[in-house]
């Protein structure tokens, strides 16, 4: 099976979705209220696939809770940093997915791109 960041480098949308626990849940820097389930972070994911450009890991971060994968990326004329964090249920489904995006300017544009892509 492919890890999270296998898929994501791949360009392997549904690959990286199909890692997720049916409960998981996304929480993202641009709204105040989680995602919850397999579904909607699917939904999440896909968009995001759709605003970043010239997504890149740049490292990962490990420990007995969780991955840290550290990115950077573009979103129109912004370039962004960022950080996916990620917790695993006792399966090994990923139950909860982090995203912290830095700077602000480039968060900002990162939440209306996502907006126009979710309706």
Known sequence: M???????????????????AEDAVFRS?????????REQVGVILRAAFAVFEDFAYQRELNDDHGHA????????????????????????EIS???VMVRPLSGLNALAAAMQKQLG
């Open 96 to 98: 909860e997915l982090v």
């Open 29 to 37: 820097p641009a709204v105040h209220r989680p995602y919850q389930g």
């Open 69 to 92: 994968l550290v990115f950077t990326a573009r979103v129109g004329d912004r370039e962004v940093e960022g950080c996916d964090f990620l917790r695993t249920n006792d399966s090994g």
């Open 2 to 20: 492919k890890t999270f960041r296998e898929a994501i480098e791949g360009r392997d949308i549904e690959a990286a979705i199909a890692l997720f």
